[in-house]
């Protein structure tokens, strides 16, 4: 009801000047917070991009130097799981590389020889046959040559899961000698970003030794960390089909 003073408007004029300041620099932050996650999301996705170009039409070394220059140090892939033992093997010589998980990392060493699984003998020709992998809990007896010793163990099978870190990575690429029999990339989705994570969706494709095309879809699931690094790679894709394509079926062994 009374004037107020020359102080009191000034002091009403700048409060109502601070508080316009305020707002308008909460969404100035806002829209840069907006603006760099989308540039953050459109970074990663443009990383991604450069991998699957250089599996079209680059190098072995262009396309690893793409993919690997990007991971960080304690980067995980994840390639799926599957029902087995657990171990890796030396399809040529049938000896066990390592093991990676129970029940094989309880009974097997690296460089164990495999003389025969489940009564079948083991030999470079059959491998593919060996009836390591099979139903859950099912039992698989193996007879191992051991520095000369012929051992012989019983397992089940159980639920493994298929992942490697940066530096098994970075070896299994290094010693892979058939990138220029890669399937194609038949078709693709465009990629899909947000946050800090990339998506990508593409159709594989070859020719077999019959002249039939084998295809099948993969999706991937890329995680980068705050620093832009690669921290997570995973992906699904159609096992089943694709094996099925080539003549091979599930049994109930």
């Known amino acids: 009801l009374f004037p107020k003073s020359h102080n009191q408007m000034l002091y009403s004029k700048t409060y109502i000047w601070r508080n316009i300041m305020k707002k308008i620099l909460f969404f100035m932050l806002a829209v840069l917070t907006i603006n760099l996650t989308f540039a953050s999301s459109d970074s990663n996705k443009a990383k991604i991009k450069a991998v699957y170009d250089f599996w079209e039409t680059g190098t072995k070394e262009e396309w690893m130097?793409?993919?690997?220059?990007?991971?960080?140090?304690?980067?995980?892939?994840?390639?799926?799981?599957?029902?087995?033992?657990?171990?890796?093997i030396n399809q040529e010589e049938l000896t066990v590389l390592g093991t990676t998980n129970a029940p094989a990392s309880d009974y097997l060493k690296v460089g164990?020889?495999?003389l025969s699984v489940n009564g079948m003998e083991a030999s470079a020709e059959n491998v593919d046959d060996l009836p390591f992998q099979g139903k859950l809990g099912g039992e698989v007896?193996?007879?191992?040559?051991?520095?000369?010793?012929?051992?012989?163990?019983?397992?089940?099978?159980?639920?493994?899961?298929?992942?490697?870190g940066r530096e098994e990575v970075i070896q299994n690429l290094t010693n892979w000698t058939n990138f220029d029999m890669r399937p194609k990339i038949k078709s693709s989705?465009?990629?899909v970003a947000e946050d800090n994570v990339v998506i990508g969706t593409f159709q594989l494709a070859f020719t077999d030794a019959d002249g039939n095309e084998v295809t099948w879809w993969v999706m991937e699931?890329?995680?980068?960390?705050?620093?832009?690094?690669?921290?997570?790679h995973a992906d699904l894709s159609e096992e089943l089909f694709f094996n099925q394509q080539q003549g091979y079926y599930l049994?109930?062994?």
């Open 112 to 114: 164990d020889n495999f």
């Open 65 to 88: 130097n793409a993919y690997t220059g990007i991971i960080a140090d304690d980067f995980e892939r994840w390639n799926g799981r599957y029902v087995g033992l657990g171990f890796r």
């Open 251 to 253: 049994t109930n062994e």
């Open 189 to 191: 989705r465009p990629l």
């Open 221 to 232: 699931r890329f995680v980068f960390n705050e620093d832009g690094e690669l921290a997570f």
């Open 141 to 164: 007896t193996v007879v191992v040559d051991r520095d000369g010793e012929e051992m012989t163990f019983t397992m089940k099978r159980a639920t493994q899961v298929n992942d490697a």
